[in-house]
RNA sequence: GCCGUGGUGGCGGAAUGGUAUACGCGACGGACUCAAAAUCCGUUCCCCGCAAGGGGUUGAGGGUUCGAGUCCCUCCCGCGGCACCA
């Protein structure tokens, strides 16, 4: 018998949305577990092949904690802000909001396919007004303390997408949505202090449960180092090297620096900001690349290096950055390659001085002790339609008066949402307007303070703004008072375990423990870190090793695998690809030998006999505890070999207890839930599989009683002996030596002769 | 350039310092069939050998160890992150 996966999917999928086996109880006395995935964005192409790979992982995990008894909250839902929507609109003039709704259907529609244990009760899109409303909310949050703020500055600038980007969406010089090279613009932006964050953003990172990679790279993007300011008269340089300052025969400014103008004498004025000018056109691609020669200028002007009283030359070049540290280099060509470089070039001193400590040259200099993060403050306005408005309104008469600093005003809570108007025409300005300033109805409105007229804030915020705190509002999300209740967030928070790409570690990962660790400090949730262990996936590729991509039409739509092969076929053949935090290709053929898999488990109700030999016995223990093991360290792909393995012995028994082909089924009910389910009706079980115990594997039935001993000489495999697992030392030792082969090398008694328990004996000649 | 990570059969990959190549794919052979498909059973790292057995093999070269894919050193290649960050 062939399973008819079609029937059995769809059979299983409903009777399980029958039941709700699946919502999570918030008042409930077993221990909860909080499996999280991230939501995904609901995209016109439909699910992809990459996204089951997460959820696949952390549904199996699901599954088996609901089966240990615990208590599992595992939500889904849809961050459904962002610019294909929009851009998609541009095109056709349909509303995002229409193209959203039809793409989360889509989407949800082939996520229940897949079978997936998701708590669907629960689910909310970031561009639902209820929810909106509370981004909104927490964002007034940020501005009430502080941490929100207006700010000229200069920020990466995508030409294509016509936005503002925050640093972390700028990879390796490029915009990360279309990949254009980012320009730099001024503009004022609103701004969040996750700076102020950054200590802390770095140090309790020693209190989660994170792949070192993951922690890693937000420790280097962070980027805190130590070192000093120092004052070469009236401009303040950062280093991490003052011990040096003897050898520095010049300071370097960045061409941005506040005190050029003032620096610069009339002589060198010209040239000076000749060279503002070109390097104000470069990107930062060009103006990154190290490899191309450095140039500068001279301001004219000198100032006093403080630990030697001379006199040395200030300059202006793009080598230096004005966001880190000062702004300003004491350039030490003797230890520095890169002002070396310069000074060569320039034909400037380099010296070789004594090195000081770090504690005299700050004595001798009367510099500073200072800490500096490579990390920005997080440029959080976006240019663009189809995000939440900021839900701030500029009132001139209060910023005259002083009754609002700088004239900005907090919508009041009662007013929240400010809803996202219509609008005719979605595109982008050139001169960097948001498409909302053009609605009059929107923009003007009265000032929630004096009642004056008064202008709304028409910038929208980043699509990482919904994605901040999502996990939150899966734990209450219907409701209306607060985000969540505090005694929910109590019983559920932390994330117990968080599953996502590699691609978030530096953006939503980062932003969502910053805004989390806010919303913490002001007391409206109960754990500092969000997610207590995070683990990542490795992308899935084209059969040819490359990445999947629509242009190349090498995309394998999971609807097809579903289709053909069924949903526990798909689910269990991408966790056997590969490991699972590796990039994997596809494999039609892969899949294949997973469904031939299954047609042989789907066969083992026709081996029931009364008895079963003990090797099968045996084999069932041994795979019950490492199926258990695997599954607890995303040891997905071993874990379905061990199924296979199992089956393999059954087979060559040809004979299986019901109560064993129970167990089994209960073991693979993670992976493949449909076929354990049918199968466990088809031989007599009541109820689901999902609310049958986890086996347990006794570690007595899964002991060997015989053991095959590998018999070495001198390190050298030379034959092996079959014993009873009880015998002991010397018993083995001369059972080894009476093995042929290895006696013909074990002549005179050995010098040395090692015993590894259970697996070796070494006799060294 | 710096940091991290990896390199194992024809392919995807497995292996707490202890029998390298589990599991799957592909290939080959057999059974079943009029035949094919499906299924079931075998074989499948390389070399020598009828066999028993021997030799070699985890990117290259050294080292530590009774024993190294695993640990250490040097080098080569792939992937990821950062990238003039002072």
Redesign the pocket.
């Known amino acids: 018998m062939?399973y008819d996966h079609q029937r059995i999917d769809k059979k299983w999928q409903s009777a399980w949305e029958k039941a709700g086996i699946f919502h999570a109880k918030d008042e409930d006395s077993r221990e909860k577990f909080y499996a999280l995935v991230e939501f995904p964005y609901p995209s016109g192409a439909g699910l992809h092949v990459g996204h089951p790979r997460s959820y696949t992982a952390m549904d199996v995990i699901a599954r088996k904690k609901r089966m240990e008894g615990k208590n599992v909250l595992f939500p889904m839902g849809w961050d459904a802000f962002g610019l294909p929507a929009e851009n998609y609109a541009i095109k056709t003039g349909v509303h995002p909001a229409i193209t959203t709704k039809e793409n989360i259907n889509t989407f949800r529609r082939q996520l229940q396919s897949i079978g997936f244990s998701f708590d669907w009760s629960r689910e909310f899109s970031t561009t639902d007004p209820a929810y909106y409303k509370w981004t909104q909310w927490m964002f007034l949050q940020f501005f009430k303390a502080g941490l929100a703020y207006k700010a000229k500055a200069m920020i990466n600038w995508c030409p294509k997408d016509k936005c503002g980007l925050a640093n972390e969406e700028v990879?390796?010089g490029n915009c990360e949505r279309c990949g254009t090279p980012v320009e730099k613009r001024e503009k004022e932006q609103w701004m969040i202090a996750i700076t102020k964050y950054a200590d802390r953003l770095l140090a309790d990172l020693d209190t989660v449960d994170y792949l070192?990679?993951i922690k890693?790279?937000q420790q280097?993007?962070i980027?805190r180092?130590e070192?000093a300011e120092i004052d070469f008269d009236d401009i303040k340089v950062?280093?991490?090297?003052p011990d040096t300052i003897l050898g520095a025969t010049f300071v370097v400014l960045?061409p941005e620096h506040p005190m050029v103008g003032a620096l610069t004498t009339d002589g060198c004025r010209a040239e000076v900001e000749e060279y503002i000018a070109l390097v104000s056109k470069k990107t930062d691609i060009e103006?990154?690349?190290?490899t191309?020669e450095?140039t500068g200028v001279f301001t004219g002007s000198f100032v006093v290096n403080p630990a030697n009283n001379e006199k040395v030359p200030v300059w202006i070049a793009?080598?230096?950055?004005v966001n880190?540290?000062t702004?300003a280099?004491m350039a030490?060509p003797e230890h520095?390659e890169?002002d070396h470089a310069f000074a060569e070039k320039y034909d400037l001193p380099i010296v070789d001085r004594p090195l000081l400590s770090f504690d005299e040259a700050l004595k001798k200099t009367g510099g500073r002790k200072k800490v500096?993060y490579?990390l920005r403050d997080w440029v959080f306005s976006r240019q663009r339609y189809w995000g939440e408005p900021i839900p701030l309104v500029h009132c001139e008469d209060c910023a005259s008066t002083g009754s609002a600093p700088d004239g900005w005003v907090a919508v009041p809570d009662e007013d929240l949402p400010v809803l996202l108007p219509d609008v005719k025409k979605y595109e982008p300005t050139d001169n960097g307007e948001s498409p909302l300033s053009s609605i009059k109805s929107f923009v003007n409105t009265k000032c929630p303070k004096c009642g004056g007229a008064a202008t709304r804030e028409t910038d929208t915020m980043p699509n990482w703004a919904g994605s901040s705190w999502y996990f939150l509002r899966y734990i209450d999300p219907k409701n209306d008072e607060a985000f969540a209740s505090k005694e929910k967030l109590k019983h559920w928070m932390p994330v117990d375990v968080y599953n996502g790409g590699?691609?978030h570690t530096?953006l939503h990962l980062l932003y969502s423990r910053f805004w989390n660790k806010f919303l913490f400090d002001q007391g409206f949730v109960t754990t500092s870190e969000p997610y207590a262990r995070r683990h990542s996936h490795g992308l899935i590729m084209a059969d040819d090793g490359t990445k999947m991509s629509k242009s190349k039409g090498n995309v394998v739509n999971p609807d097809d695998i579903v289709a053909e092969f069924g949903a526990d076929t798909f689910r269990m053949y991408i966790m056997?690809?590969?490991?699972f935090e590796?990039?994997?290709?596809w494999?039609t053929?892969?899949v294949?030998?997973?469904r031939?898999?299954l047609?042989?488990v789907a066969?083992l109700p026709e081996m029931i006999a009364e008895t079963e030999n003990a090797s099968v016995t045996k084999v069932l223990h041994k795979t019950i505890a490492k199926v258990t093991k695997d599954i607890d360290d995303f040891?997905f792909?071993?874990a379905?070999?061990a199924y296979?393995?199992f089956v393999?012995v059954v087979?060559?028994s040809g004979r299986v207890t019901k109560q064993t082909v129970v167990q089994f089924l209960m073991l693979l009910a993670p992976f493949a839930p449909h076929l354990a389910n049918e199968l466990y009706e088809t031989i007599g079980g009541t109820g689901f599989a999902e609310v049958q115990p986890w086996p347990v594997s006794n570690a007595t039935l899964a002991a060997d009683d015989e053991l095959?001993?590998?018999v070495?000489v001198?390190?050298?495999?030379?034959?092996?002996i079959v014993v009873s697992a009880d015998m002991n030392e010397a018993d083995l030792i001369v059972a080894a030596k009476a093995e042929p082969?290895v006696a013909k090398y074990v002549i005179d008694e050995p010098k040395?002769t090692?015993v590894?328990k259970g697996?070796?004996v070494?006799f060294?000649v």
Not at 238 to 241: G, I, P, S
Not at 287 to 290: I, L, P, T
Not at 318 to 321: A, E, G, K, Q, R
Not at 576 to 579: D, I, K, L, T, Y
């Open positions: 062939s990879i390796g070192p990679k890693k790279q280097d993007w980027g180092s070192g950062f280093t991490t090297r960045a103006r990154g690349d190290d191309k450095k793009d080598y230096v950055v880190y540290g702004g280099i030490v520095d890169r500096t490579k590699m691609e530096t056997f690809m590969g490991p590796e990039p994997v290709p494999s053929n892969g294949v030998g997973v031939r898999f047609d042989r066969r040891s792909n071993t379905v070999a296979m393995a393999n087979y060559a095959t001993i590998a070495q001198n390190g050298k495999l030379r034959g092996s082969n040395k090692i590894v697996k070796i070494n060294v």
